[in-house]
């Protein structure tokens, strides 16, 4: 029911969002209704086949997955709360059945009879062959082969954590902590900061309501002058809903107990098992050489930020009490500003949306070899949210849908991020379905004010880039089976595309092509273009050392065998530890927020770094100089690494495109290493 007709695309088929919250959700139980027959009728098959057995399995898996990954969509980003409770309360249905499809000996019985039928097995091609592996490593994975009572064990722990993540996630979509600050405290913000912002009357004077999001929050601690202001801001976001903290906690508990039962000694043994660092000791001993190594540069690069803010007191005449962690935005800002002439309030004149947007898409159109149009009047869930076309420009095949929601608003997910709601399948009657997915941000406030667009910064752009790259991850992909499409890769390879085309965001003939003067239409200054390459490493010890922490948390927690360890005190510990961070001894928590920890990338937060060095090393051997601008080398790009999706061994398809084994020293030289 969530499909409507398409006449602008009509080989593919556009998902419509025009649903009451029972509609949503019966829907959703009538597929799965349909889904657990079909599961009754494969179980009875006397004689299993790869065609009567996983194939069937498989095309259904595939054509209900629109309908369950829409209802996830809505849960995170509708605008009406009804709608969103409806979606999640569905979402929850379809997590439950998974669970229980998992442990069904009937099923996995057939299977299992596929899969030691050596016949049956070398008629397949390589990737039918892979979708028999994977659903058997997968039954492995959900304890098929335990006694009954350690699978009820099992079953109930995967129940509780889906619990679990839902309740953090929505605690951190509904947070609604605000400051009301006046426009002497924020002094130093940029005047569109104050656009469509409401104001309070409170003693005589006027406040602004600032709400704690993290795009409101970084532009605060970037620009704002007075130090105070930057404390209260910081404290406020880093110590927002302190009731996850406790479902962390008992999610680390039962992932280890998790792990335990199915003869793990922790449960990043367990994950890690399947990807490129196999073990936790190989992350471990990455995050200890790169902590050892960046340590001395981030001491190097504060020691000059505590001379910038020691300087600032003296002036001011007030005595220097310490560099602290909501100083160090606005004291790299104004070191990158001093040394390379780039001012942020100058830079983001030149990335106005929308037209930014129609430029990026422009000049990937010529990377790529792809044909992007506007669809006129689409079904979105949010008025401000647009629909794309993406065709290939050579074959006129149509590729897929791209829908772009960037702006805030109350309720929705709070980050940055990509939601697949399709992926790209071959049908049962040979017809292909084409994928969807959608590219989320919170830029600003609310959607361009009339005659006055809005101004995205530097950083805001990178963003877009990073998020744009899982995009054409998706959209680019063509699988035969849902389960390999696009980003359904090895979680430590799934950031290699965004981190490519995110490093785009520092390349000048890509900029001079992307930014234009949003009043003149001048476009932007080479010295802007040049101080913006220049400036990208600066503080890269810092930088990178906030990444190692997290990942070194996230791999702490997970692979210890202490279920009862204090999640809380221990993210303090190596917060300061690692990072060096320093609150002036407030107890802050920004583990709180931080959905990674909680799902997704749970003992696999590293794979941020391991896609970096991987992609530094793709970067300086086959983008270097003008091949950056080549559509040759990006045409082999996208064939080699984003068109298999995660239908290939990955580290096969880096030896291909690389011509050797990868490495990580373009990583360390580009940070002075």
């Keep these: 029911m969530f499909i409507i007709p398409c006449d602008s695309a009509p080989a ?3 998902i419509s969002f025009e649903h009451t919250p029972d509609e949503i959700q019966q829907a959703v139980k009538l597929k799965l209704a349909a889904e657990r027959a079909l599961l009754d009728a494969v179980a009875a098959e006397p004689t299993p086949t790869f065609a009567n057995v996983v194939a069937r399995i498989n095309h259904m898996d595939d054509e209900h997955e629109s309908e369950y990954l829409t209802s996830y969509l809505l849960a995170e980003l509708s605008p009406d709360a009804s709608i969103r409770s409806a979606a999640a309360q569905a979402t929850k249905l379809v997590e439950e059945f998974s669970i229980e499809c998992s442990l069904r000996a009937d099923i996995y019985k057939q299977v299992l009879a596929v899969y030691n039928n050596p016949e049956e097995m070398h008629s397949l091609c390589a990737e ?23 699978q009820e064990q099992l079953s109930s722990i995967d129940k509780r954590l889906t619990e679990l993540i839902a309740v953090f996630s929505n605690n951190v979509n509904s947070d609604h902590t605000t400051l009301f600050l006046t426009k002497t405290e924020l002094a130093g913000v940029p005047s569109d900061f104050f656009d469509g912002k409401h104001v309070v009357k409170t003693s005589g004077s006027t406040k602004y309501v600032v709400p704690i999001t993290r795009h409101q929050t970084a532009i605060v601690l970037r620009f704002a002058t007075l130090e105070s202001t930057r404390r209260a801001v910081h404290i406020a976001s880093s110590t927002r809903c302190p009731k996850n903290i406790p479902l962390l906690q008992e999610a680390v508990k039962l992932r280890l107990q998790r792990a335990n039962l199915l003869g793990f000694s922790s449960h990043a043994h367990f994950t890690l098992e399947d990807l490129m ?14 902590q050892e190594q960046l340590t001395p540069q981030a001491k190097r690069e504060l020691a000059q930020l505590r001379y910038l803010k020691r300087a600032d007191a003296e002036a001011a005449g007030v005595p220097f009490t310490g ?11 104004v070191a990158v500003e001093h040394k390379h002439r780039v001012k ?13 947007i129609g430029r990026i898409f422009t000049a990937f159109e010529d990377l790529l070899g792809l044909r992007i149009a506007k669809v006129d009047r689409p079904s979105v869930w949010h008025p401000s949210v647009d629909l794309y076309e993406v065709w290939d420009a050579k074959s006129a095949e149509f590729l897929g849908h791209c ?29 292909r379905e084409y994928p969807a997915v959608a590219l989320v941000t919170n830029f600003a406030l609310l959607p361009p004010l009339p005659n006055k667009p809005v101004l995205l910064g530097h950083a805001s752009v990178k963003t877009l880039l990073h998020e744009l790259g899982h995009v054409f991850h998706n959209i680019l992909s063509q699988c035969k089976w849902t389960m390999f499409h696009g980003t359904r890769v090895p979680r430590d390879a799934v950031e290699l595309p965004s981190q490519t085309f995110e490093s785009l965001a520092w390349n000048p003939n890509f900029l001079r092509r992307i930014a234009m003067h949003y009043q003149t239409g001048e476009p932007i200054p080479d010295e802007l273009v040049m101080g913006l390459g220049a400036a990208r490493d600066e503080f890269a010890g810092v930088s990178l050392l906030h990444k190692v922490f997290r990942a070194a948390y996230d791999i702490a927690i997970y692979s210890s065998s202490d279920g009862n360890l204090d999640v809380g005190k221990l993210y303090t510990e190596m917060e300061r530890n690692i990072e060096l961070a320093n609150t002036d001894n407030v107890n802050t928590h920004g583990l709180s927020t931080v ?10 937060y590293y794979a941020y770094l391991w896609g970096q060095a991987l992609t530094a090393d793709m970067l300086a051997t086959r983008f270097a100089g003008t091949n950056i601008d080549s559509p040759q080398v ?40």
Excluded: C
Aim: no cysteine.
């Design 277 to 290: 660092a196999k073990r936790p000791e190989t992350v471990q001993n990455m995050l200890e050489n790169l």
């Design 344 to 356: 942020s309030t100058e830079v983001k004149q030149y990335f106005a949306y929308p037209h930014v």
């Design 634 to 673: 990006w045409a082999e790009y996208r064939k080699i690494i984003l068109k298999p999706g995660g239908s290939r061994d990955i580290m096969a398809q880096l030896v291909e495109f690389l011509g050797r084994k990868p490495n990580s020293k373009a990583l360390l030289k580009s940070v002075g290493l």
């Design 12 to 14: 593919g088929s556009i």
């Design 128 to 150: 039918d062959k892979l979708v028999v592996e994977r659903m058997m490593r997968g039954y492995h994975s959900s304890g098929i082969s335990l006694p009954k009572a350690k």
């Design 323 to 333: 560099l602290y962690d909501w100083d160090l935005d606005f004291y790299m800002r």
């Design 403 to 431: 829908y772009v929601d960037l702006f805030q608003r109350a309720g929705k997910f709070t980050g940055a991020a990509t939601f697949q709601l399709r992926s790209g399948f071959d049908r049962a009657d040979g017809t």
């Design 595 to 604: 959905r990674h920890f909680m799902r997704g990338y749970d003992s696999r």
